[in-house]
């Protein structure tokens, strides 16, 4: 039983840091809605929801395997930043963080032969390279267009990043389909 316990703590805790990211990207969209930056807000709102919901699998994991939930505390978030590039530099070493945190949820699972968990955690290690690739794309492109953050605008919209459908192959989000 401890085994199947460290896991769940550590998969709570998860849970926390997926909330808190989903509440970060609130702020830095905050922020973009209040420089008239609609689809950098955009995009951020979107990132938002898609960090909740994987709060959300999470929790619907630790439902199926029987385990307690805890439900975090909200912590407040800046909105206010130096300058447009800020939030996103913080975006990517948070998702950098997030993609250390599913290695050792994944590395856990696989250490304490837990082979359900093991297999739920494979699409977050999946999500997590596409996260990174993301932001560190995003990145790129508000950095060359720290002058005019508008040519970021008009990027976001071409490209319409961040605008994926739905993954057929993503675990159930707890309350959802």
Known sequence: MAN???FGKALNEQISNEFAASQQYVAMAVYYD????????????????????HAMMMIQYLLDVDEEIEVPDIKS???????GITPVKEALAQEE??????FSLFELAREIKDY???HFMQWFVKEQV?????????????ERSKENLLL??????????????????????????
Request: charged share 35%.
């Open 130 to 142: 596409e996260e990174v690739a993301l932001m560190g794309d995003l990145l790129n492109v508000v």
């Open 77 to 83: 978030q800046p909105t206010k930043y130096e300058d």
């Open 116 to 118: 359900r968990a093991e």
């Open 97 to 102: 963080r997030v993609s250390n945190e599913i």
């Open 34 to 53: 209040s420089e008239t930056l609609p689809r950098l807000a955009s995009f951020f709102y979107r990132q938002a929801l898609e960090e909740r919901e």
């Open 4 to 6: 199947k316990k460290s």
């Open 152 to 177: 970021a605008e008009e990027y976001i919209a071409r490209e319409g990043l961040g605008e994926e459908g739905d993954d057929p192959t993503a675990p159930p989000p707890a309350g959802g389909h």
